[in-house]
C-alpha cells in the first residue's frame, strides 16, 4: 500500500489515556481526530460514551483499553469492562494480558483470558477489532513468541507492543519480532514513546500497520512539512 498523507493519517490510534484527562482534553482529542482524519481515537473506558457523542458521523472509530495498565485484573472484570465499553460504542479493544501468567507460561489461563473477552467484544460490537498488548520491555523474546501464539490461536485482530505507562516503549526490534511471529494473519500495532515522524515511519518499515500515540498532530504537522520541500 502507497504511503499517502491519508493512509498514514488513517494508521494512528490518537491517543489520551493519561489519568488526569479531563472532558475537555478528549473533546479536543476528538476534534483533532476529525480534523486530520486519523482512524481512531483511544481513551479510558470512562470517556467512551463522550469519545462516541463527539465522533458521531466522522468516520472515526472509537478504542479503549482493557485492563490497563497493568493487565492485573480477573478476567470476570475484564469481560464485564469489555461488554460495558462496547454497549458504550467502543468498536476497537486493546487488551492487556495477565502479564504473570505470560511470563510463567500459563498457557490454559491466557487461552481462556483472550477467547472470553474477545468473544465479549464481539458479542456486542459487530466487527469489533481487538489488539493484545505485550508490554514487550518486560519479556524475552520467547514470551513474546509465545504471546503472538496465543493471540493467533485465540483469534485476535492485532498484537500491540506496549501500554505507554510500562519501563520502556515500541523499539524497531520488537515490531520486527511480532511481524515475523503473526506473519500476516495480524496487525502490528507499535505505541509508546513514538513522538515524531521519523520514529512513526521507522516502526511502519519494521512492520506495523498501527500507530497508537499522543502526538498524532504533530505527526501530520511535520508530515506538511516534509511534503513542501519534495
Keep these: ?56 458521523g466522522s468516520g472515526v472509530k472509537v478504542c479503549t483499553v482493557i485492563g490497563f495498565p497493568l493487565g492485573a485484573t480477573s478476567i470476570t472484570t475484564k469481560v464485564a469492562e469489555t461488554e460495558q465499553a462496547a454497549r458504550d ?42 489488539k493484545v498488548i505485550l508490554e514487550t ?37 520488537d515490531v520486527r519480532l511480532l511481524r515475523a511471529a503473526v506473519g500476516d494473519r495480524l496487525g502490528v500495532k507499535a505505541a509508546g514513546g513514538i513522538r515524531d515522524l521519523a520514529t512513526a515511519l521507522r516502526m511502519i518499515a519494521a512492520g506495523a500497520n498501527r500507530i497508537g500515540t499522543s502526538s498524532g498532530v504533530r505527526l501530520m504537522q511535520e508530515w506538511g512539512e516534509k511534503e513542501r520541500y519534495l
Excluded: Q
Design 1 to 56: 500500500m502507497e504511503l499517502t498523507r491519508e493512509t498514514f493519517a488513517r494508521m494512528i490510534d490518537h491517543t489520551l489515556l493519561k489519568p488526569d484527562a479531563r472532558r475537555g482534553d478528549i473533546r479536543r482529542l476528538c476534534a483533532e481526530a476529525v480534523a486530520w482524519g486519523f482512524g481512531a481515537v483511544c481513551v479510558n473506558p470512562a470517556y467512551v460514551p463522550l469519545a462516541v457523542w463527539e465522533l458521531v
Design 89 to 130: 460504542g467502543a468498536v476497537e479493544f486493546d487488551l492487556v494480558p495477565h502479564l504473570g501468567a505470560l511470563k510463567e507460561g500459563d498457557a490454559a489461563y491466557l487461552e481462556d483470558e483472550l477467547r472470553r473477552v474477545i468473544s465479549a467484544a464481539r458479542s456486542v460490537a459487530a466487527g469489533a477489532v481487538v
Design 137 to 173: 520491555a518486560l519479556l524475552t523474546e520467547e514470551e513474546k513468541r509465545f504471546g503472538c501464539r496465543l493471540a493467533v490461536a485465540c483469534g485476535a485482530d492485532f498484537m500491540k507492543t506496549s501500554t505507554g505507562f510500562g519501563p520502556g516503549g515500541a523499539t524497531e526490534a
